[in-house]
């Protein structure tokens, strides 16, 4: 084992790690804003995914326009999920808001496939096996355009959260929402703008990884039990301590599997949560409990 | 009104009615059914109990029923133990992992543990697929052989589909008793006011953490027995027990049913026991449907069938009576 070996792997895991930061992000923002935990949030990167392959085998489109059309679709769709489901669940109690967002998950993946079977699908196009090669490291092309995609979107978000007026206003519902309805903030802009960037987030991230992995109606389920370790970990509601724990974990993820049997990867996301709760309940970041 | 003794007299009647099933048809679809209304019946019935009752929602019952069903099956076919006490130590095995997530997550929040039970109850399906040396991975543990339960003076060879009837009707008959004496108890009233107002609870004297724990130790334990018993009954049992399908199937009987509500929930599993299956809807067709039933009863209907009569009833009472001439 040399190290380039590692190097390899620790790559491979912060390529994932960036994608779970993708889903985790959305699943934060969405819980920080409209304190709603949203179960039905693998489902939209699952979309995401199944949409890319459409584009890409059956209509022909390129790599870029299918990232392109895809995030632009689940923006749409967080839009139209906030206004017809969510909106009506103000101040409702989050046991319904779980269950509705079960059900919508329920619809989806069931939906999916009842209509597309469990097969599992590949995209592949002309660029599938580019290799970049970097002394003793070769990195697929696709894993370094799901590399850069997700790092555009940590910026994208940066920039909306910290730079624009809206942006802040999210975060001051995030931090004391009676307060930020006290200072004239419109909560309702806000929660949609928030599940709208949340969704358009899953999205992209199942678009972004469609050509890496396989791509079936089960996968949404899978990818969320990781995304829901990682807000815990990095804190319910803490943006940053899920990109941080998102990435952290998709390193330890990729080396440890390297060595070890699937199962124990996933025995160890677990295991790190419920040990994370025991020791530091607010999250590796948290901002104190919020009950 | 119908007088005391004869609400008294109904569940008995009605339980005499169940057991009488076998005697009048040896109906082998009329059985299966009943097995799975009982099967169901104690895993919906446990859910009621730490979600209608104590406003945990959990989505680790499943968890909890296939942790039973693989102890009770190792122990079984592996050591040579009775069903009994392989069914009972799944049970307890069941609730001490309860415990452990529980105690974990409800320290954070509910919706913590929400979270947990959720990520756990896939877990269990990941350990049972890929932990080949212990469960014998995807292929599960076929052929298990006919148990025999040994009760004082009497070992009973369950080799008759008839005989799994009574044992999971007479084990889902001993389970709701226990669950309607907890409550209709002061422990029910304790669940039922820290669900309400956890806050005004806890200035009552009363401990939510310890009431969680007891009712999320007793759901698991019940739903781990009966995995323990179903198991047997199936002759398998494979990483498919940990299905999503059983956790959607018990959280829409508790929803239609009314959480909180225990003859809503007793009846809503007796209705969505038999209904799916006698209308013979392909299963991933019947999930987007029970989907979609969750949606609209998130909506519109969030109290469920027993939610809606205790309102009919409030409404009732509070009614004025007419000015009698």
């Known amino acids: 084992m040399d190290a380039g070996f590692y190097l390899q792997l620790l790559l491979n895991g912060v390529v994932i790690g960036v994608i779970y930061a993708l889903v985790a992000m959305g699943l934060s923002l969405i819980f920080g804003v409209l304190e709603i935990v949203n179960f039905a949030h693998g489902e939209f990167y699952m979309l995401g995914a199944m949409l ?31 206004e017809a489901l969510l909106a009506s669940l103000e101040g409702g109690g989050f046991e319904r808001s779980i269950l509705l967002t079960l059900g919508l998950s329920m619809v989806l993946q069931n939906g999916a496939v009842f209509l597309f079977t469990t097969t599992p699908r590949m995209v592949q196009t002309s660029q599938s096996y580019v290799n970049l090669v970097v002394g003793d490291v070769r990195v697929s092309l696709m894993r370094v355009f799901a590399l850069a995609l997700g790092l555009l979107a940590f910026g994208a978000l940066y920039l909306i959260l910290y730079g624009t ?23 309702r802009a806000v929660s949609r703008l928030a599940v709208a960037i949340g969704i358009g987030l899953s999205g992209l991230a199942g678009a972004a990884l469609a050509p890496v992995y396989a791509v079936h109606p089960l996968m949404g389920f899978s990818f969320v039990f990781k995304a829901f370790a990682i807000i815990i970990i990095g804190g319910l509601g803490n943006i940053a301590g899920a990109a941080v724990a998102a990435v952290a974990l998709g390193m330890v993820e990729s080396v440890v599997g390297g060595f070890l049997p699937l199962v124990m990867v996933d025995a160890l996301v677990f295991g790190s949560m419920i040990a994370m709760l025991l020791l530091r309940p607010q999250g590796l970041f948290g901002r104190g409990v919020r009950v | 009104m119908m007088p005391g003794w004869l609400r008294a007299l109904l569940p008995l009647l009605g339980v005499a009615g169940l057991f009488a099933v076998p005697r009048v048809t040896g109906n082998e679809y009329v059985l299966a059914l009943g097995v799975s209304f009982a099967m169901f019946s104690v895993l919906s019935g446990g859910l009621n109990l730490v979600y209608g009752y104590t406003g945990l929602l959990s989505f680790a019952q499943v968890g909890f029923f296939g942790i039973g069903g693989y102890t009770a099956a190792l122990l079984v076919t592996e050591r040579g133990w009775p069903l009994e006490a392989g069914a009972a130590c799944g049970g307890a095995l069941a609730a001490l992992v309860g415990l452990v997530i529980g105690y974990s997550s409800l320290r954070l929040s509910r919706h913590a543990f929400a979270i947990v039970s959720l990520s756990f109850a896939l877990l269990c399906m990941i350990v049972a697929r890929d ?8 292929m599960g543990i076929p052929g298990l052989p006919v148990p025999v339960l040994h009760l004082p003076g009497w070992s009973w060879r369950l080799s008759r589909p008839a005989d799994f009837y009574y044992l999971l009707m007479g084990f889902a008959v001993i389970a709701q008793t226990v669950i309607y004496l907890v409550v209709t108890s002061r422990l029910g009233r304790a669940m039922r006011a820290i669900k309400l107002n956890e806050a005004l609870a806890q200035s009552q004297g009363i401990s939510p953490l310890s009431y969680k724990l007891l009712a999320l130790a007793l759901s698991a334990f019940l739903a781990g027995v009966v995995g323990g018993l179903f198991v047997f009954y199936l002759t398998i049992v494979d990483p498919s ?64 069938v027993g939610g809606w ?14 000015a009698t001439p």
């Open chain 1, 165 to 187: 007026r809206i942006g802040r206003a999210m975060r001051g519902v995030a931090q004391n929402r009676d307060a930020a309805l006290m200072v004239g903030i419109d909560p």
């Open chain 2, 131 to 138: 932990w080949v040396s212990l469960t014998r991975g995807a």
């Open chain 2, 241 to 304: 027990i940990f299905d999503f399908y059983y956790t959607e199937t018990m959280l829409i009987m508790v929803i239609i049913g009314g959480p909180g509500s225990f003859w809503g929930v007793l009846g809503a599993s007796a209705v969505l026991a038999a209904l799916p299956d006698l209308l013979r809807f392909t299963t991933d067709l019947r999930m987007v449907l029970y989907g979609a039933v969750l949606i609209a009863a998130m909506l519109v209907f969030p109290g469920g």
């Open chain 1, 52 to 82: 890319a392959y459409f584009l890409t085998m059956n209509m022909g489109q390129g790599y870029w326009a299918t990232v392109v059309v895809v995030t632009a679709v689940a923006v749409c769709l967080g839009y139209v999920l906030y």
């Open chain 2, 309 to 322: 009569l205790r309102r009919r009833g409030l409404r009732r009472w509070r009614r004025p009576h007419p």
